[in-house]
């Protein structure tokens, strides 16, 4: 018996030899292909392009990896033990490996007869990170563990923990914990609460298994987990561990969702990065400070969004999006139901859903992770006819089809849909050109088509004022009498196509002051102004403003807004008015600032009254302010009489057929813009108007960002007159300027300088 036993011993002194020998052997092999890890002392990680309001809310991020670098003095406690307590309790102690935690995971390799698994130490995970790949070998974890020994000998504990912060990955795209704090609790990491820290230090074992987006449950699992190793090891009393226990956590529900949704102009800014920074834009860690508040972007967008719906409601129920089989078993079907919101995703507030079940007085719909809602009584309403027995097919609600679903006031759940209808809002700083707010359309994930930049559409009754501030310039008078009676032409007189411009609502009032002509809107008006003035110089006007010539061709029909601008276009014409007749040149990215916050460049707009150009003389940009004030006190404007100001100043437009619909309008300080359209120019129906659809948008908006702002109203220059009332400049006063236009003679075709084949356009 006692030689067996000192068989066994010798044979396993011999094996314990060989193995230390053989450990030996390998780890002087493997030394020299170590890579050099010194270079981890001077660590720049690829920190991607971030973009800012103007006072400081996260709009957007560009680059491959989501990350936010902070120092590891920066990381709030709360973090670091969770952190610890979840990964290397001992981490401040060992020299890169963790002798009881190998002891452990070998023996359970042993047992299990499984591959090296566990035990990684916070060194060891960096050094994977970094230089290894995740495959779970022996020979992978030798090198992993000789690295660590490495990185140990060559860097400070902090340093070793400040690269796992900000290198291991989180899920979502989301690299280090403070990428990741904004990613999923939307707020800055040293702001995070016990149970968010907790959360955050459970996900490196598993970014997606541990998501808590994804997966709640398993991501409160292991939040628990997390929290109880922090109470086991002291880190935590009692009370605190049951208080973070029963938080409720609120979390972001889309990797790409901000605060303050401002995706257009997001978009823009990159592109204009790019093309001075190109790929280095994605990875430098530059921080773009924009030029919009983040308060006037979400009255904008919130103003915006919300006038589309409205109309859109108006239109009624149109069916659901799209139809789908279900599977019957339960996971499949469930399955079925994630890949359609995933094709489909939630545009803000309005959340894609599939039906699966139908009653007379009740729909069930289903979302992902098996959440169900039960829609009843007014929120069936909207969609009723879809549960009507004779409901065609395109409109009938059955299982399988695919809706949107939003909360009402009530906090009841209801069907309701995605507008078909597009829009686009713009907000200028008068003095400047900044952009104050910009959306450039319903959706940036439906479609990345900037409606604000990109979208050429017919003006309207919004391009008249300018006509009109060019007859100022020719010694016109706001006085000054002009005929609103019909014209009409046949194609033997154009050579073309018969012309037979109409007033919008068909109505002729005889003579008119021009005052009165802008503010009703008068298409024969303006026709005849600009007869007087000449086309050509009309065009010409316009182009001081931005306008394109080459889309605003020189013809009679420019007096009805029958060319093309875009609503960035026409926000800056009307800021040019609202500064007091200067040329300003839009901009939309304050500052750039590096990874250090050393500043790159900054930018210096030329101001109205200093650097930028007069293309209005004061006489004239005062006396047509006051008339586009009575276009809000007495004229189609008259909505926005509900904001109580007397310094507001604007015009509405639409279209020929309703095709467009238009505000524009401003307060001195702030100039803005509302469209209302369908992509593919059609009807918006026969009674929409600017100021049915474009100027109440307008309104929210301007209650909103105008809310701290003082009533202010422009002194009268020195060169204008006042007399009965009515505002004259030199050349314009009675008995010198333009007192009448066509009251006894008609317009005749000898007098219109006419495009063979343009149309006339009608607006309001």
Same mark, same amino acid.
């Given at each position: 018996?006692?030689?067996?036993?000192?068989?066994?011993?010798?044979?396993?002194?011999?094996?314990?030899?060989?193995?230390?020998?053989?450990?030996?052997?390998?780890?002087?092999?493997?030394?020299?292909?170590?890579?050099?890890?010194?270079?981890?002392?001077?660590?720049?990680?690829?920190?991607?392009?971030?973009?800012?309001?103007?006072?400081?809310?996260?709009?957007?991020?560009?680059?491959?990896?989501?990350?936010?670098?902070?120092?590891?003095?920066?990381?709030?406690?709360?973090?670091?033990?969770?952190?610890?307590?979840?990964?290397?309790?001992?981490?401040?102690?060992?020299?890169?490996?963790?002798?009881?935690?190998?002891?452990?995971?070998?023996?359970?390799?042993?047992?299990?007869?499984?591959?090296?698994?566990?035990?990684?130490?916070?060194?060891?995970?960096?050094?994977?990170?970094?230089?290894?790949?995740?495959?779970?070998?022996?020979?992978?974890?030798?090198?992993?563990?000789?690295?660590?020994?490495?990185?140990?000998?060559?860097?400070?504990?902090?340093?070793?923990?400040?690269?796992?912060?900000?290198?291991?990955?989180?899920?979502?795209?989301?690299?280090?914990?403070?990428?990741?704090?904004?990613?999923?609790?939307?707020?800055?990491?040293?702001?995070?609460?016990?149970?968010?820290?907790?959360?955050?230090?459970?996900?490196?074992?598993?970014?997606?298994?541990?998501?808590?987006?994804?997966?709640?449950?398993?991501?409160?699992?292991?939040?628990?987990?997390?929290?109880?190793?922090?109470?086991?090891?002291?880190?935590?009393?009692?009370?605190?561990?049951?208080?973070?226990?029963?938080?409720?956590?609120?979390?972001?529900?889309?990797?790409?969702?901000?605060?303050?949704?401002?995706?257009?102009?997001?978009?823009?800014?990159?592109?204009?990065?790019?093309?001075?920074?190109?790929?280095?834009?994605?990875?430098?860690?530059?921080?773009?400070?924009?030029?919009?508040?983040?308060?006037?972007?979400?009255?904008?967008?919130?103003?915006?969004?919300?006038?589309?719906?409205?109309?859109?409601?108006?239109?009624?129920?149109?069916?659901?999006?799209?139809?789908?089989?279900?599977?019957?078993?339960?996971?499949?079907?469930?399955?079925?139901?994630?890949?359609?919101?995933?094709?489909?995703?939630?545009?803000?507030?309005?959340?894609?859903?599939?039906?699966?079940?139908?009653?007379?007085?009740?729909?069930?719909?289903?979302?992902?992770?098996?959440?169900?809602?039960?829609?009843?009584?007014?929120?069936?309403?909207?969609?009723?006819?879809?549960?009507?027995?004779?409901?065609?097919?395109?409109?009938?609600?059955?299982?399988?089809?695919?809706?949107?679903?939003?909360?009402?006031?009530?906090?009841?759940?209801?069907?309701?849909? %995605?507008?078909?209808?597009? =829009?686009?809002?713009?907000?200028? @700083?008068?003095? $400047? +050109?900044?952009?104050?707010?910009?959306? !450039? /359309?319903?959706?940036?994930?439906?479609?990345?088509?900037?409606?604000?930049?990109?979208?050429?559409?017919?003006?309207?009754?919004?391009?008249?004022?300018?006509?009109?501030?060019?007859?100022?310039?020719?010694?016109?008078?706001?006085?000054?009498?002009?005929?609103?009676?019909?014209?009409?032409?046949?194609?033997?007189?154009?050579?073309?196509?018969?012309?037979?411009?109409?007033?919008?609502?068909?109505?002729?009032?005889?003579?008119?002051?021009?005052?009165?002509?802008?503010?009703?809107?008068?298409?024969?008006?303006?026709?005849?102004?600009?007869?007087?003035?000449?086309?050509?110089?009309?065009?010409?006007?316009?182009?001081?403003?931005?306008?394109?010539?080459?889309?605003?061709?020189?013809?009679?029909? %420019?007096?009805?807004?029958? =060319?093309?601008?875009?609503?960035? @276009?026409?926000? $800056? +014409?009307?800021?040019?008015?609202?500064? !007091? /007749?200067?040329?300003?040149?839009?901009?939309?990215?304050?500052?750039?600032?590096?990874?250090?916050?050393?500043?790159?460049?900054?930018?210096?707009?030329?101001?109205?009254?200093?650097?930028?150009?007069?293309?209005?003389?004061?006489?004239?940009?005062?006396?047509?302010?006051?008339?586009?004030?009575?276009?809000?006190?007495?004229?189609?404007?008259?909505?926005?009489?509900?904001?109580?100001?007397?310094?507001?100043?604007?015009?509405?437009?639409?279209?020929?057929?309703?095709?467009?619909?238009?505000?524009?309008?401003?307060?001195?300080?702030?100039?803005?813009?509302?469209?209302?359209?369908?992509?593919?120019?059609?009807?918006?129906?026969?009674?929409?108007?600017?100021?049915?659809?474009?100027?109440?948008?307008?309104?929210?908006?301007?209650?909103?960002?105008?809310?701290?702002?003082?009533?202010?109203?422009?002194?009268?220059?020195?060169?204008?007159?006042?007399?009965?009332?009515?505002?004259?400049?030199?050349?314009?006063?009675?008995?010198?300027?333009?007192?009448?236009?066509?009251?006894?003679?008609?317009?005749?075709?000898?007098?219109?300088?006419?495009?063979?084949?343009?149309?006339?356009?009608?607006?309001?």
């Amino acid at each position: 018996m006692t030689q067996k036993i000192t068989q066994a011993l010798a044979i396993f002194a011999l094996l314990f030899v060989a193995a230390i020998a053989s450990i030996l052997l390998v780890v002087a092999l493997a030394s020299p292909r170590l890579p050099e890890v010194k270079a981890l002392a001077d660590y720049r990680p690829k920190v991607p392009l971030r973009v800012m309001t103007a006072d400081g809310v996260l709009i957007g991020e560009f680059g491959e990896e989501r990350r936010s670098v902070i120092r590891a003095e920066q990381a709030p406690g709360v973090l670091v033990n969770a952190i610890l307590a979840a990964e290397d309790e001992r981490f401040f102690e060992h020299v890169g490996i963790d002798p009881w935690g190998i002891l452990r995971s070998a023996t359970t390799n042993l047992l299990t007869a499984s591959k090296a698994q566990g035990a990684s130490t916070i060194t060891m995970q960096v050094a994977r990170n970094f230089y290894l790949s995740t495959e779970k070998t022996f020979t992978r974890k030798l090198f992993e563990v000789l690295l660590a020994i490495e990185i140990e000998r060559k860097l400070s504990k902090n340093q070793i923990l400040e690269l796992y912060l900000n290198q291991i990955f989180l899920g979502r795209r989301a690299y280090g914990f403070a990428a990741a704090s904004q990613i999923y609790f939307n707020k800055p990491v040293q702001r995070v609460s016990l149970a968010e820290a907790a959360m955050l230090a459970g996900l490196p074992k598993a970014p997606s298994a541990f998501n808590p987006v994804v997966n709640p449950r398993r991501a409160k699992v292991r939040q628990e987990y997390v929290l109880g190793r922090m109470l086991k090891l002291g880190m935590i009393t009692e009370a605190e561990f049951r208080r973070a226990i029963l938080e409720n956590l609120k979390v972001m529900g889309r990797a790409d969702d901000y605060a303050v949704n401002a995706a257009y102009l997001a978009e823009m800014v990159r592109i204009q990065i790019y093309n001075q920074f190109r790929e280095e834009a994605y990875n430098r860690g530059l921080t773009v400070f924009t030029t919009v508040r983040s308060y006037e972007q979400r009255a904008a967008y919130d103003a915006l969004r919300s006038g589309l719906l409205n109309f859109d409601r108006k239109l009624g129920w149109r069916g659901p999006e799209a139809r789908i089989e279900l599977p019957p078993d339960a996971e499949a079907r469930q399955d079925a139901v994630d890949d359609v919101i995933n094709d489909k995703p939630d545009s803000d507030r309005l959340f894609t859903a599939v039906v699966t079940e139908v009653a007379k007085d009740k729909v069930v719909v289903s979302r992902s992770q098996g959440r169900q809602f039960n829609i009843t009584g007014n929120g069936l309403q909207f969609a009723r006819k879809g549960l009507e027995t004779d409901a065609p097919q395109n409109l009938r609600l059955r299982p399988g089809a695919v809706v949107r679903i939003g909360l009402m006031d009530s906090g009841e759940w209801e069907i309701t849909q %995605l507008p078909e209808v597009e =829009g686009a809002f713009v907000a200028l @700083q008068a003095d $400047t +050109g900044a952009v104050r707010a910009l959306v !450039g /359309g319903f959706d940036f994930r439906r479609s990345e088509f900037n409606n604000v930049t990109q979208a050429y559409r017919q003006p309207g009754s919004t391009l008249k004022p300018f006509v009109y501030g060019a007859a100022l310039e020719k010694g016109f008078s706001p006085a000054t009498l002009i005929n609103d009676a019909p014209v009409s032409f046949d194609p033997g007189e154009t050579g073309g196509e018969p012309w037979e411009p109409k007033n919008y609502d068909d109505k002729y009032e005889g003579v008119l002051t021009m005052r009165q002509a802008l503010a009703k809107s008068k298409n024969m008006v303006s026709i005849r102004i600009l007869n007087r003035i000449g086309p050509r110089f009309g065009q010409s006007y316009l182009s001081r403003f931005g306008f394109e010539a080459e889309r605003n061709p020189p013809y009679l029909t %420019l007096a009805l807004g029958a =060319g093309g601008v875009t609503p960035m @276009q026409m926000a $800056t +014409g009307y800021a040019a008015i609202a500064n !007091g /007749g200067f040329r300003v040149t839009p901009y939309f990215i304050d500052r750039v600032i590096d990874e250090s916050g050393n500043l790159l460049s900054q930018t210096e707009p030329a101001r109205a009254e200093r650097e930028a150009p007069r293309i209005i003389e004061p006489q004239d940009v005062f006396i047509l302010n006051s008339m586009l004030q009575d276009v809000i006190r007495v004229g189609t404007g008259r909505k926005a009489l509900s904001l109580g100001r007397a310094d507001l100043a604007g015009k509405t437009g639409t279209t020929n057929n309703a095709q467009d619909a238009w505000f524009a309008g401003y307060q001195r300080n702030m100039a803005a813009l509302a469209w209302v359209g369908y992509d593919q120019p059609r009807s918006l129906g026969e009674r929409e108007t600017g100021g049915g659809l474009a100027l109440p948008i307008w309104i929210d908006f301007m209650q909103e960002a105008l809310k701290k702002v003082p009533v202010s109203t422009p002194e009268m220059p020195a060169s204008v007159l006042r007399i009965n009332g009515e505002f004259y400049t030199a050349s314009s006063a009675p008995g010198v300027g333009v007192s009448s236009l066509g009251l006894e003679d008609p317009v005749t075709m000898e007098e219109l300088l006419f495009q063979k084949g343009q149309t006339g356009q009608t607006g309001n």
